[in-house]
T-cell receptor, first 112, second 117 residues
Framework: AQSVTQLGSHVSVSEGALVLLRCNYS??????LFWYVQYPNQGLQLLLK??????LVKGINGFEAEFKKSETSFHLTKPSAHMSDAAEYFC??????????FGKGTRLSVIA | DAGVIQSPRHEVTEMGQEVTLRCKLI?????LFWYRQTMMRGLELLIY????????DSGMPEDRFSAKMPNASFSTLKIQPSEPRDSAVYFC???????????????FGPGTRLLVL
């Protein structure tokens, strides 16, 4: 069985500050890990994904995430927050024959 | 290239009525997923298909829900009869060939916001 835990349902940062959204996973098989972003009234859009190549994954809009097997983590970061980053962020895990299992999501607010 | 298309975008209906949600996959994609999103339960996978064949429908809440793929590019999710607790945003997503590997990206449609009164 696979699961994802996103720590913090709501994160608030100042514009220009570091963004850190936390994700821990559980998987009985080698996992594939994803971060999706959802803007208001829209569907989910892929930010980045880990597929067992490089452990540091770079995505769109300046986001990146690092796969740490020893910590079962896949935290999402961005050095400098922009107002347009305000959205809901979802971490997801898949592996073997199991399709995506999503976390509960973290709402990111950016304060001017 | 057009993304995943869902219709209608908004649906308001009364309890007991039949509701049909529609989804058009991205051209060339073979896998189709239906999700439901609510504040309480988050994003839940209802059912998914590969090459028009339902692979896992264990997420379908009950017999009132049914999903079909009449052809390779189109799917419907039907609720009959609808109930207020079915109110949610329903997303479909397509993938090039999910059976080819769990690392395949899913591409989401904009969703259908359903309100059952």
């Amino acid at each position: 069985a696979q699961s994802v835990t996103q720590l913090g349902s709501h994160v608030s940062v100042s514009e220009g500050a570091l963004v850190l959204l936390r994700c821990n996973y559980s998987s009985s098989v080698p996992p594939y890990l994803f971060w999706y972003v959802q803007y208001p009234n829209q569907g989910l859009q892929l930010l980045l994904k880990y597929t067992s190549a490089a452990t540091l994954v770079k995505g769109i809009n300046g986001f990146e995430a690092e796969f740490k097997k020893s910590e079962t983590s896949f935290h999402l970061t961005k050095p400098s927050a922009h107002m347009s980053d305000a959205a809901e962020y979802f971490c997801a895990v898949s592996g073997g024959n199991t399709p995506l299992v999503f976390g509960k999501g973290t709402r990111l607010s950016v304060i001017a | 290239d057009a993304g995943v298309i869902q219709s209608p975008r908004h649906e308001v209906t009364e309890m007991g009525q039949e509701v049909t949600l529609r989804c058009k996959l991205i051209s060339g994609h073979n896998s189709l997923f239906w999700y439901r999103q609510t504040m309480m339960r988050g994003l839940e996978l209802l059912i998914y298909f590969n090459n028009n064949v339902p692979i896992d429908d264990s997420g379908m809440p009950e017999d009132r829900f049914s999903a079909k793929m009449p052809n390779a590019s189109f799917s419907t999710l039907k609720i009959q009869p609808s109930e207020p607790r079915d109110s949610a945003v329903y997303f479909c997503a397509s993938s090039p060939n999910w059976a080819g590997g769990a690392q395949e990206t899913q591409y989401f449609g904009p969703g259908t916001r359903l309100l059952v009164l």
